[in-house]
Nanobody, 115 residues
Framework: QVQLVESGGGLVQAGGSLRLSCAAS????????MAWYRQAPGKQREFVAR???????VYADSVKGRFTMSRDNAKNTMFLQMNSLKPEDTAVYYC?????????WGQGTQVTVSS
């Protein structure tokens, strides 16, 4: 069983920045992949960024160049640095861990970008 605890969401003005964190209960080195998703009101959950094992992150076109996904293996934590935020980035952001058996999701953290 993997537990994920997210933090870092909040209210920010357009053009501002936020850094989301996702702390895992186990060693993230053993996971197949880690990812961030988001879900805006009335919309389906959508992919934001993903990194496979020790690979390079890939990003959705809508966030490419503005968001950066990283990880701290020693702290079993992954991050999503979000810069140049836009009102359309407003959503609940979820972290996800993919193991070789199951996928696990965090509880979500709200990000609200005001215009």
């Amino acid at each position: 069983q993997v537990q994920l605890v997210e933090s870092g969401g909040g209210l920010v003005q357009a053009g501002g920045s936020l850094r989301l964190s996702c702390a895992a209960s186990g060693s993230i080195i053993s996971y197949k992949a880690m990812a961030w998703y988001r879900q805006a009101p009335g919309k389906q959950r959508e992919f934001v960024a993903r990194i496979i094992a020790l690979g390079t992150p890939v990003y959705a076109d809508s966030v490419k160049g503005r968001f950066t996904m990283s990880r701290d293996n020693a702290k079993n934590t992954m991050f999503l640095q979000m810069n140049s935020l836009k009102p359309e980035d407003t959503a609940v952001y979820y972290c996800k861990v993919e193991t070789w058996v199951l996928d696990y999701w965090g509880q979500g953290t709200q990000v609200t970008v005001s215009s």
